[in-house]
């Protein structure tokens, strides 16, 4: 299974960025997917998780500023971040799990806010 992240960049604090991850090549369906994150120095922490049929889980500080969605038919995962701040700076990775709860991750996307 490979998961093709994208969408990261630079901004100014208070601004938007939409990462997209698609999964491709499982032979099993994906159910949970989702988004980590991890600054310099500090470990991975689960930013935001999203089921198949929708349920979502946030990391508390970024409750109302981000948004996880998915599309199934894509296996696709998106997450719409407002109201960035400089503590969400951080290499993002994009994570899938199978029926098998076989783990998969993405590469990892940069995401720089500046003040």
């Known amino acids: 299974v490979q998961l093709q992240a994208s969408g990261g960049g630079l901004v100014q604090a208070g601004g938007s960025l939409r990462l997209s991850c698609a999964a491709s090549?499982?032979?099993?369906?994906?159910?949970?997917m989702g988004w980590f994150r991890q600054a310099p120095g500090k470990q991975r922490e689960l930013v935001a998780h999203i089921t198949n049929s929708g349920n979502t889980v946030y990391e508390d500080s970024v409750k109302g500023r981000f948004t996880i969605s998915r599309d199934n038919a894509k296996n696709t995962v998106y997450l719409q971040m407002n109201a960035l701040n400089p503590e969400d700076t951080a290499v993002y990775y994009c994570y899938a799990k199978n029926i098998l709860n076989q783990n998969y991750w993405g590469q990892g996307t940069q995401v720089t806010v500046s003040s």
């Open positions: 090549g499982s032979r099993f369906p994906v159910y949970d």
